[in-house]
């Protein structure tokens, strides 16, 4: 089995495609406790359980498309957000990225708690390769959208999920990357604040050229912001095609 993700992370790429997928399977192994864990590295005899999270999934998805993934818990979706996103890499299989990738694939994802949510937003802008003027002129605009107030000032690890959100999701929206990801995060927040995220996603949307990858299982949202879905179903791709039909089939396999 060969493994490789190749990342051609450059603005001034133009390539047609944003994502493929070539035959990408992710294994994980389950075993009995940490103890066992650990003694694999060692005995190659100890005896673990697989789970194939990905299994053989192919797809290609070009610069500026919206693409929804759906599918029951444990399907597959984030898994495959995460190889695009270098989080984890594929146990076998191919991955190109063409572009600049934002994703919010958790609340806590990339986040400090014990850093304040400014000194965070200024690690992650650094992360992102932005200047130390160029993260100034942003922050502004990050801290007045999250609307959290003095916590900006307070640590992370006192924030409520919501409070988490809406940071992360202000930093993501606000990096104008080619590729951004949200990964079933917007439900946390209250309904001011999906009003504001969801016109804020029509916003980027407007833009030319911007990818949009959306796992949510709210299918009102996945038809409002996708023209496309994927259907994950046990790792393995079930549906591709319109996203109307992708959530009439979806339902039809949850039923
Ligand atoms: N680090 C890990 N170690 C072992 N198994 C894992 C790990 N991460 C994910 N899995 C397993 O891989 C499968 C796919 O998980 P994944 O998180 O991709 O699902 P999902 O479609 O995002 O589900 P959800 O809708 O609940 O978020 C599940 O069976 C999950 O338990
Ligand atoms: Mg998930």
Redesign the pocket.
């Known amino acids: 089995m060969s493994s490789s993700t190749r990342f051609i992370g450059t603005r001034a790429s133009r390539s047609i495609v944003a994502v493929r997928f070539n035959h990408v399977t992710?294994v994980?192994?389950?075993f009995r406790n940490d103890r066992q864990r650990f003694l694999s590295t060692f005995a190659p005899r100890v005896k673990y359980d697989e789970?194939?999270?990905?299994n053989d999934l192919s797809f290609t998805i070009r610069r500026g498309e919206s693409v929804a993934?759906l599918?029951?818990?444990?399907?597959?979706?984030?898994?495959?957000?995460?190889i695009i996103t270098g989080v984890?890499t594929p146990t076998s299989g191919t991955v190109e990225v063409h572009g600049r990738v934002s994703a919010l694939l958790d609340l806590s994802s990339g986040f400090d708690p014990q850093l304040t949510g400014k000194e965070n937003l200024i690690l992650r802008g650094r992360l992102w390769g932005l200047t130390d003027t160029e993260i100034k002129n942003l922050l502004p605009e990050v801290i007045e959208f999250a609307e959290i107030g003095k916590y900006m000032g307070q640590p992370m690890r006192t924030y409520s999920n919501g409070m988490k959100a809406r940071l992360g999701f202000a930093f993501a929206s606000s990096l104008r990357p080619d590729i951004l990801i949200l990964?079933?995060v917007l439900a946390v927040g209250d309904r001011e604040f999906s009003r504001k995220s969801l016109a804020r996603m029509q916003e980027i949307m407007a833009q030319d050229g911007v990818t949009l990858l959306f796992?949510t299982?709210a299918l009102a949202s996945a038809e409002k912001f996708c023209k496309r879905a994927l259907v994950?179903n046990h790792?393995a791709l079930a549906f591709d095609g319109p996203v109307a039909k992708g959530v009439s089939f979806y339902k039809k396999i949850t039923q």
């Open positions: 992710k994980y192994r389950l789970v194939y999270a990905n993934f599918g029951h818990n444990g399907a597959g979706k984030s898994t495959a957000l995460k984890t990964d079933e796992v299982h994950i790792g």
